[in-house]
């Protein structure tokens, strides 16, 4: 398994509190690079700009790719543009809330 899988998977793992399902299904996250030595890159946004979690989520985020034995180092952009909207949720994450 290569290592941005291992990282999908590790987000995978973090739910949006409001939301039951993961933020990587949700469509929050928009981009993970992984560079040659390790050090991942993490686009991602967040429902709303005045989203509850705005501190803590793009931490937990962080720290939880971190504790994969690999990653050097984890580099996380928190970007509002484009905009998150519905459309941008997995089909497994539509069926999960019957949208």
């Known amino acids: ?4 899988h291992k990282v999908i998977e590790e987000i995978k793992k ?4 409001e939301i039951p399902v993961n933020i990587y ?3 929050l996250i928009y981009d993970i ?3 040659i030595n390790n050090k ?3 686009k991602m946004t967040l429902t709303t700009p005045n989203c509850p979690v705005a501190e803590s989520l793009p931490n937990e985020v962080k720290n939880s790719i971190k504790e994969i034995k690999e990653v050097k180092d984890v580099e996380l952009d928190l970007v509002w543009d484009p905009p998150w909207d519905k459309s941008m949720m997995s089909e497994a ?3 999960e809330l019957n949208l």
């Open 1 to 4: 398994m290569d290592l941005k």
């Open 40 to 42: 991942v890159y993490v």
């Open 25 to 27: 299904e949700l469509g």
């Open 33 to 35: 690079t992984v560079d």
């Open 93 to 95: 994450a539509k069926l």
């Open 14 to 17: 973090i739910y949006d509190p």
